[in-house]
Antibody, heavy 119, light 109 residues
Framework: QVQLQESGPGLVKPSETLSLTCTVS??????????WSWIRQPPGKGLEWIGN???????NHNPSLKSRVTISVDTSKNQFSLKLSSVTAADTAVYYC???????????WGQGTLVTVSS | SSELTQDPAVSVALGQTVRITCQGD??????ANWYQQKPGQAPVLVIY???NRPSGIPDRFSGSSSGNTASLTITGAQAEDEADYYC????????????FGGGTKLTVL
């Protein structure tokens, strides 16, 4: 079965760039049947979709974050990545990577990684 | 992008039936999917599409939809069903953008 695992720094300074990688096992990011997504959840708050990437490299982003978000895919490593620039304390959240199928069905999810923005 | 609206909190007596709703314009075109999230854990898909349950999800969970409103029903709620529940769907723009509801905290009394 497909499993996803987030990795990256747990602490980022304000104004810097947050960088996370999601490693996919048991499946391929090159599958044309799925998008690969980043989702975040600030402490005590709800889920916020960040963006998607298709194996071809085509991306879609939440309009509220679009100018700061870069999502890329590395099919050779079976990974996809997130970069969020100019972070502030408001970007402190648990960041999840996930697979998205037809109908916006998000399954499975990674376990999530907490990223704190603080000096 | 569009928005999905959920009641912040709902309660149900043990063994009774509870309905959690999700409203939004995108639901006129797309089905809602439902996720259960327990404290400190990643969300888990419980209902997708018209009314489909992933393997391992108890059949007391069901989904339905009418107009701009989708519903998740738990028939015979159990103590372990106490959790946050989120709906999501595609954005009504037609692009593969996703939207989430704000979440509903379910308390089982």
């Amino acid at each position: 079965q497909v499993q996803l695992q987030e990795s990256g720094p747990g602490l980022v300074k304000p104004s810097e760039t947050l960088s996370l990688t999601c490693t996919v096992s048991g499946g391929s990011v090159s599958s044309g049947s799925y998008y690969w997504s980043w989702i975040r959840q600030p402490p005590g708050k709800g889920l916020e979709w960040i963006g998607n990437i298709y194996y071809s490299g085509s991306t879609n982003h939440n309009p509220s974050l679009k100018s700061r978000v870069t999502i890329s895919v590395d099919t050779s490593k079976n990974q996809f990545s997130l970069k969020l620039s100019s972070v502030t304390a408001a970007d402190t959240a648990v960041y999840y990577c996930a697979r998205v199928s037809l109908g916006a069905v998000i399954d499975p999810w990674g376990q999530g990684t907490l990223v704190t923005v603080s000096s | 992008s569009s928005e999905l609206t959920q009641d912040p909190a709902v309660s149900v007596a043990l063994g009774q039936t509870v309905r959690i709703t999700c409203q939004g314009d995108s639901l006129r075109s797309y089905y809602a999917n439902w996720y259960q999230q327990k404290p400190g854990q990643a969300p888990v898909l419980v209902i997708y599409g018209k009314n489909n349950r992933p393997s391992g999800i108890p059949d007391r969970f069901s989904g339905s939809s009418s107009g701009n409103t989708a519903s998740l029903t738990i028939t015979g709620a159990q103590a372990e069903d106490e959790a946050d529940y989120y709906c999501n769907s595609r954005d009504s723009s037609g692009n593969p953008l996703l939207v989430f509801g704000g979440g509903t905290k379910l308390t089982v009394l």
